[in-house]
């Protein structure tokens, strides 16, 4: 079973930028369709951001343009660059399967200050 593993969230004034991290143990995730989840205080978690195995990306509309997702399949690592932050981006952020997603991991705190 493979245990995920988020980190690189923070505090950030509107505008600016973090990187998350989500490294993978227990195998491999080079094969599978990997996606940024995120939930707001009081929302459903919602999918932001997917990476296939061959590297397309897609994003959900609030995001376009400002996250990009990608993998590092050496490092059985995910991530995302989220620039142009918005407070409206302010989650807990997770990284799982895009199909039948696995156990969820703790989650990394984004919070964006106006």
């Known amino acids: 079973q493979v245990q995920l593993v988020e980190s690189g969230g923070g505090l950030v004034q509107a505008g600016g930028s973090l990187r998350l991290s989500c490294a993978a143990s227990?195998?491999?995730?080079?094969?599978?369709?990997m996606g940024w989840y995120r939930q707001a205080p009081g929302k459903q978690r919602e999918l932001v951001a997917t990476v296939s195995h061959l590297g397309t990306t897609s994003y959900a509309d609030s995001v376009k343009g400002r996250f990009t997702i990608s993998r590092d399949n050496a490092k059985n690592t995910l991530y995302l660059q989220m620039s142009s932050l918005k407070p409206e981006d302010t989650a807990v952020y997770y990284c799982n399967f895009v199909v039948r997603p696995g156990s969820w991991g703790q989650g990394t705190q984004v919070t964006v200050s106006s």
């Open positions: 227990g195998r491999t995730i080079s094969l599978n369709a």
